[in-house]
C-alpha cells in the first residue's frame, strides 16, 4: 500500500474509530455536555441527510439523535433529501441547521461567484465516500469503457452524485447525453434516477448501469444484489484524468472482499464528506456538534458500516474546498492543544 493515492477500508471498526482515543476525549466532553442547559440550547436543530436506504440519511439520523440525547437541543431530526446539492440548498435558505455533502459538491458551490455561497462552512470531514458503478452481473460489461452506447443512471438532480458522475463518464474518453433514447459510439444515455429506483431500473433492464456514491456496504444495494446478482467496476484508473481536471477531492479507496457477499474487492473512486453548516451559525452549538462527533464517534456508524468512519481530530478537520467554521476550528485546536 505504497501508492499515496490509495486508501484502503478493511480495518476493524474499533480501530478505524480509533475508539479508545474517543473513549478519553469522551471523558472531557460529557461534563461540558451535560452542562447544557434549556436557556444555551436551541429548541431544534436539523440536520439534512439523503436518500431513503443510503449512508447519508442513516448518518443524518444518527447525530440527531445524539444531538437531541446530549441536550445540544430539546429536538434533533433528520430531514429526507436528494442528497448533497440539496443539502446545500437547505442550509443556504435556512431550512437545515447542518447538512451532509461531498466535497467537491461543496467546493463546487463555493466557488461559483454567488454571493450566498460564502454561507457554507465545516464542521468536520465525517467519512469517505465510495463511488459504486453498479452493472448487472449477467450484463457482460467488465469495465467503464463498456457503457459506451448503453443507458445508466447517474443520482437525482439535487445529489453529489449526479455531479460527480458526469466527471467520471468524462475522464474514461466518453461523452454523455439525456436520455431516454438510445445512445451511439462513444456517448453513455444518463437518466437522473436515485439509488432505489435506479437500481429498480437496473434489476428492470431500463438500465445498464447504476453510479451511487455513499457508504460500504450501502443497504438498499446489498439487497439489490442479494436479489439479482450485481458486479462493480472499477474505476481507479480514472483518477489522474479526474485530479487533473478538477483537483484533489478525489481518492483511491478500496470496496473490500465481502463488503457485497460474492463480490471481489475493487478499487474505485473515493470523495470526502462533510458535515456542513452556515458560517452564520451558532458558535455554541456548533461547539457541541464537534464534542459529539470526537466524545460519541461510537454513536454515529451506521449499523451497515464495515468501518469507514473518520471520527478523530485528526481526521475530521482535513475538510478540503471549505474552511473550518471558526467555533469548530476552537474546537479542534483546543483539543490538540
Not at 436528494?82 to 437547505?90: A, H, M, P, Q
Request: hydrophobic content about 45%; aromatic content about 6%.
Amino acid at each position: 500500500m505504497n501508492d499515496p493515492l490509495a486508501f484502503p477500508i478493511a480495518l476493524p471498526r474499533r480501530a478505524v474509530l480509533n475508539a479508545g482515543f474517543a473513549a478519553g476525549l469522551a471523558g472531557l466532553f460529557l461534563p461540558a455536555l451535560s452542562g447544557c442547559t434549556r436557556d444555551d440550547r436551541p429548541d431544534a436543530v436539523t440536520v439534512a441527510g439523503g436518500e431513503p436506504g443510503g449512508f447519508y440519511l442513516e448518518f443524518a439520523g444518527l447525530l440527531a439523535e445524539a444531538l437531541q440525547r446530549h441536550g445540544v437541543a430539546g429536538k434533533a431530526t433528520a430531514l429526507t433529501t436528494g442528497g448533497s446539492l440539496d443539502n446545500l440548498d437547505f442550509l443556504l435558505a435556512g431550512r437545515a441547521t447542518f447538512g451532509v455533502a461531498l466535497s467537491d459538491s461543496a467546493a463546487q458551490r463555493a466557488a461559483a461567484g454567488d454571493a450566498t455561497a460564502v454561507g457554507i462552512a465545516a464542521v468536520g470531514k465525517v467519512y469517505e465516500n465510495y463511488v459504486h458503478c453498479v452493472v448487472r452481473r449477467d450484463s457482460g460489461i467488465v469495465d467503464i469503457a463498456g457503457l459506451a452506447g448503453r443507458t445508466v443512471a447517474v443520482g437525482e438532480p439535487g445529489s453529489g452524485t449526479s455531479l460527480t458522475t458526469p466527471r467520471l463518464i468524462e475522464a474514461a474518453g466518453l461523452s454523455s447525453a439525456p436520455g431516454p433514447g438510445p445512445a451511439a459510439g462513444g456517448t453513455v444515455t444518463v437518466l437522473n434516477l436515485g439509488l432505489n429506483e435506479g437500481l429498480a431500473a437496473l434489476q428492470k433492464g431500463s438500465v445498464e448501469a447504476l453510479f451511487w456514491s455513499g457508504g460500504v456496504p450501502t443497504a438498499a444495494i446489498a439487497a439489490a444484489h442479494s436479489a439479482t446478482g450485481l458486479r462493480l467496476l472499477d474505476l481507479a484508473a480514472l483518477l489522474p484524468a479526474l485530479r487533473a481536471k478538477y483537483g484533489l477531492f478525489y481518492d483511491r479507496v478500496l470496496i473490500p472482499e465481502g463488503a457485497y457477499p460474492g463480490i471481489p474487492a475493487v478499487w474505485t473512486v473515493g470523495v470526502a464528506n462533510l458535515l456542513l453548516c452556515r458560517s452564520d451559525a451558532d458558535a455554541g452549538t456548533v461547539r457541541k456538534t464537534v464534542e459529539i462527533l470526537v466524545g460519541h464517534a461510537e454513536e454515529l456508524v451506521p449499523r451497515s458500516s464495515l468501518g469507514v468512519q473518520f471520527l478523530s481530530p485528526e481526521s475530521l478537520i482535513n475538510t478540503p474546498g471549505l474552511p473550518l467554521h471558526p467555533a469548530a476550528a476552537a474546537a479542534y485546536r483546543e483539543l490538540h492543544g
